[in-house]
């Protein structure tokens, strides 16, 4: 299936695919583009991903991914990324290369959103910075960030504690 198959067909072949779990008749192979697996698909009977051509952007990759995390998945999903690694150039293979570089810009996009702070010295700045002028709504803003920001690092931090230190007047 590529972008260009029309809705109809495209909706077709889903359903024939998921009728494969429906009637646990063994399994079903469906190829698809990069760009047609990540638009509007829900693919539970899929128990394996297999990224045949990489994508430049990681977003697009994390989309055809998705396609076989939803609701009524009920197996676990392994995702294959297979790598041609040329014996002469090794690591500097082109697809060694564009896998390295795939997997640095996931990692700044993921930086960009969320600040690496892991300590409580850390959380008591970026509580400082978000608390100056501060009214309200920013008080909301702060708490709801720092409660996320500890949850995503994991960090044992009890940023009421710490941003009464800070209040908000």
Known sequence: MSLYTPPHRRQEIVDRFQLGLEQNIGFNILVLSPRAAGTGLTLTAATHVIHLSRWWNPAVEEQCNDRTHRIGQSKPVNIHVPIAIHSKFQENSFDCLLHTLLSDKKNLAELALWP???????????IRGLSVGGNEKNKRIVETTMHQLAKKTQTNFDYEKRYNRYRLI
């Not at 690496?116 to 970026?126: E, Q, V």
């Open 116 to 126: 690496t702070a892991t300590t409580n010295k850390d959380f008591d700045n970026i």
